[in-house]
Nanobody
């Protein structure tokens, strides 16, 4: 069993900052890609940022220059530093990891429970 637990959501004013964390636990053999997605009310879930096991990153155009994704492999954790927040960033944010378990040595996709971020004055 693998679990992803997110933390760090909340309410911020425009221009503010927030840091999300997502830690994986369980019978983990290896973690490949880690990423963050978000879903705003009435919209489809969209990719925010992703980081590969080699450290390569990719961002949605809407967050480039404002958000930074990073990972700590020793802690099985991915972070999303969000600066210069805008009202358009309001959404539920989900972490996503491609994980191979000790039992099944092939990668499967796992999701966090989601954390609400609201940007409003």
């Amino acid at each position: 069993q693998v679990q992803l637990v997110e933390s760090g959501g909340g309410l911020r004013q425009p221009g503010g900052s927030l840091r999300l964390s997502c830690a994986a636990s369980g019978s983990i053999f290896s973690i490949y890609t880690m990423g963050w997605y978000r879903q705003a009310p009435g919209k489809q879930r969209e990719l925010v940022a992703v980081v590969t096991s080699g450290g390569n990153t990719n961002y949605a155009d809407s967050v480039k220059g404002r958000f930074t994704i990073s990972r700590n492999n020793a802690k099985n954790t991915v972070y999303l530093q969000m600066n210069s927040l805008e009202p358009e960033d309001t959404a539920v944010y989900y972490c996503n990891m491609a994980i191979a378990t000790m039992r099944a040595r092939f990668e499967s996709t796992y999701w966090g429970q989601g954390t609400q971020i609201t940007v409003s004055s």
